[in-house]
């Protein structure tokens, strides 16, 4: 699992160090995420806000899969919006810094 990815999952949700796979954090991610559905909606929200979930995405993948659990849903949305995060991050920083590492010396 990607570092960055693991580090936030680690500060915002509490991700145990143990859990090294995207499966793994999806599940784990679910468990807390349908916790804070049942005990502080609110909180999730902002989290959902915070992280920048698309909310029309959320909305239409939550209509079009009724049956299944919406935290596991909602964990795969937050961690899928996350790697959106690092990549453009990357992009971004790579765009800035054009010199090779033989070049920076």
């Known amino acids: 699992m990607n570092q960055q990815l693991q580090y936030y999952l680690q500060q915002t949700f509490g991700l145990p160090d143990k859990v ?14 349908n916790e804070l559905i049942k005990n502080d909606f609110n909180q999730l929200v902002q989290i959902l806000y915070r992280i920048d979930v698309n909310e029309t995405k959320l909305k239409q993948v939550l ?7 919406a935290g596991k849903i909602i964990a795969a949305l ?28």
């Open 78 to 105: 937050i961690i899928e919006r996350q790697l959106q995060k690092i990549k453009s991050r990357q992009e971004f920083s790579k765009k800035n810094n054009p010199l090779s590492d033989e070049e920076k010396w």
């Open 63 to 69: 209509n079009n899969n009724p049956n299944q659990d």
């Open 20 to 33: 090294d796979s995207r499966p793994q954090a999806e599940i784990f991610l679910a468990v807390q995420v």
